[in-house]
């Protein structure tokens, strides 16, 4: 996959994930209508190309709660561990594709996220 197409991947699965998420963040509720910044995180780092865009993977936080405080999903391993047992279906299917070979075309991917 090209530069170019997974940073077109990267700007779709954001776009969807905090559409879906309401742009607001999923533990506080802060967001775009209450003016506070929000960003998409990968609970599997996104250089697993296996998770990157499964929306599954994906969550909507404020900048706190991403990595600006110490209680962030990237500082703090109990903001997983809640995240796990919020959402025991996304945890199952992320750690299903963590670790596998699935190697994704470019359309796939942008076929699934256009339908999300």
């Known amino acids: 996959m090209t530069k170019p197409e997974i940073k077109k991947l990267d700007t779709i699965s954001a776009k969807v994930c905090k559409d879906r998420d309401n742009w607001e963040c999923i533990y506080c509720g802060n967001g775009k209508e209450t003016g506070n910044q929000v960003h998409w995180h990968h609970i599997v ?64 991917v942008l076929k699934e996220l256009e339908e999300a």
């Open 45 to 108: 780092t996104r250089n697993n190309f296996q998770t990157r865009w499964c929306l599954d993977n994906l969550i909507t936080v404020c900048a706190s709660h991403h990595n600006l405080s110490p209680k962030s999903f990237h500082k703090d391993p109990e903001m997983f561990e809640w995240w796990v047992k919020t959402y025991p279906e996304r945890y199952k299917k992320v750690w299903s594709l963590k670790g596998g070979s699935l190697k994704h075309q470019f359309e796939e």
